[in-house]
């Protein structure tokens, strides 16, 4: 899983999502898997005059969730959007009632999907230095609502990344905002989130929207207007020095963030674009085993399904 609020890169004027490349996994499995560098972004969405951020997509990248803000009213609901193949853009989307029905008249909405598509956690913030609820839902298939819990799971920072065993998210801090990221964990899928915590290693760095790989040892994130990344040998070793993955050529944001995608893409958005881009890896990945898609569908978290 993962999510991140933000668009990078791209021309002046641009405004849209990106995808490109392919390959083998980039998120998740083996760790060297998200060494690769940046390619060039491509448009793969836009919904003008609406601004597009929180990217999260499956892993098969045939629908992507995101908020939308219509600038005309400023009003904010969570969207999503399915394509048929990965090599085309992404329609203009529908607002996903039964989630924005959790969050009403909140400015900012966060989002993280499973690699199936069918759970997802996500938060509504009033402001970037204030905590939000997070809530969990899920749904049986894609074509299918999301039914969403009755109480919230805990409580979290701007922004929501939450690894493939479900067991630990990251979010931004909220106090100070921008701060150092936060960690919150549970001993199982089905107890809440604890209190949040220092991540181990990053307690001095200024790092917003921070994106779990899969696996937990590489965490991505926007610093100083560039896309940077650390990584660990184990997940309780602390994370080594950030290092710069990709650089805005338009801003210095520090809300920037970019979402890593299972496959060969990743998605992200920045505030000062409308819409949201994807840049590919670089490196040709065709020789790295695939990670397979999870389909946890036989054991909802929390029985929110008959």
Known sequence: MGGGDGVTGGQAGD??????????????????????????PMLVLDEPPNQLSSVSVTADE??????????NTSTSR???????????PFPVGEEIPELNASCPN???????VSDDGLRCYFSCNR??????????AERSSRSAPFVVGAQSIGTV?????????????????????????????????????????????????????????????????????SIVKAQRSAADAPFGVPQVVLTSAKTTDRRMCCRIAARSTSFASAPSERAIRGVSWSRDTEGLPARPVRNRRERPLHGLLA
């Open 15 to 40: 405004a849209g999502l990106a995808v490109g490349g392919s390959g083998a996994a980039a998120s998740g499995g083996a760790s060297h898997d998200c060494d690769a560098g940046f390619g060039d």
């Open 62 to 71: 045939l629908e992507i969730f995101y908020l939308r803000l219509d600038p």
């Open 78 to 88: 969570l969207a999503h959007s399915r394509r048929t193949s990965r090599d085309a």
């Open 106 to 112: 909140a400015p900012l909405g966060f989002i993280d």
């Open 127 to 136: 402001r970037y230095d204030a905590a939000a609820p997070l809530w969990y």
């Open 157 to 225: 920072g701007t922004s929501i990344s939450v690894t493939e065993s479900e067991l630990v998210a990251f979010s931004s801090s909220y106090a100070p905002y921008p701060g150092s990221p936060r960690q919150y964990v549970r001993p199982s899928r089905s107890a809440d989130f604890g209190q949040d915590r220092a991540v181990l290693g990053l307690e001095a760095v200024i790092m917003s929207t921070p994106d779990a790989a899969s696996d937990g040892l590489t965490l991505f994130g926007a610093s100083d207007g």
